[in-house]
């Protein structure tokens, strides 16, 4: 019985890792939990009251975003307002290129991959998403789709954080 009970325990905790890792790659479903704020090296999630300015995006089915470049300061707290002008869903993610990269890979072999991350924002066509982002390091980011071939199709981004 002990063994049955340790299968079943371990079971259960990959289930609970497992809905950890796994929402949104599609669109928000309500989720209303605080946004959990971990560092990585692009940044953290900043907080609304600190937005020190706001950077519209728009991205559409030519698989490009505008601006396709952009310049902040260390320091700053910026507010990504992203509008999908095409008829396909995209996505809006800040990261570095190699993990931008990886994970675009993982969408290619795993396109219903559900997430949901402060850095990240899927927006149905014709929708406006958000995201409110401290870059507290210095250094050259990017920001893409990672739809499945989106990425592969030049939908890609750069954000240079110039050091205060």
């Given at each position: 019985?002990?063994?049955?009970?340790?299968?079943?325990?371990?079971?259960?905790?990959?289930?609970?890792?497992m809905?950890?890792?796994?929402?949104?790659?599609?669109?928000?479903?309500?989720?209303?939990?605080?946004?959990?704020?971990?560092?990585?090296?692009?940044?953290?999630a900043?907080?609304?009251s600190k937005?020190?300015?706001?950077?519209?995006?728009s991205?559409g089915d030519?698989?490009?975003?505008?601006?396709?470049?952009?310049?902040?300061?260390?320091?700053?707290?910026?507010?990504?307002?992203?509008?999908?002008?095409?008829?396909?869903?995209?996505?809006?993610?800040?990261?570095?290129?190699?993990?931008?990269?990886r994970?675009?890979?993982?969408?290619?072999k795993?396109?219903?991959?559900?997430h949901?991350?402060?850095y990240?924002?899927?927006?149905?066509p014709?929708?406006?998403?958000?995201?409110?982002?401290?870059?507290?390091?210095?250094?050259?980011?990017?920001?893409?789709?990672?739809?499945?071939?989106?990425?592969?199709a030049?939908?890609v981004?750069?954000?240079?954080?110039?050091?205060?």
């Amino acid at each position: 019985m002990l063994k049955f009970s340790g299968i079943v325990l371990a079971c259960v905790a990959l289930m609970g890792y497992m809905g950890n890792i796994a929402f949104a790659h599609g669109e928000k479903k309500g989720n209303t939990a605080p946004v959990v704020k971990e560092q990585t090296a692009w940044g953290i999630a900043g907080h609304a009251s600190k937005v020190v300015r706001t950077i519209d995006v728009s991205m559409g089915d030519d698989m490009r975003f505008k601006p396709g470049r952009m310049e902040v300061r260390e320091g700053e707290t910026i507010r990504f307002v992203v509008r999908n002008t095409g008829a396909l869903l995209h996505e809006f993610v800040i990261g570095t290129p190699a993990e931008n990269a990886r994970h675009a890979e993982l969408m290619l072999k795993f396109p219903g991959m559900e997430h949901d991350e402060p850095y990240m924002a899927h927006v149905a066509p014709g929708k406006a998403g958000e995201i409110v982002w401290l870059f507290n390091k210095a250094g050259e980011f990017e920001f893409a789709c990672l739809m499945a071939g989106h990425f592969q199709a030049g939908m890609v981004g750069t954000i240079t954080v110039t050091a205060k």
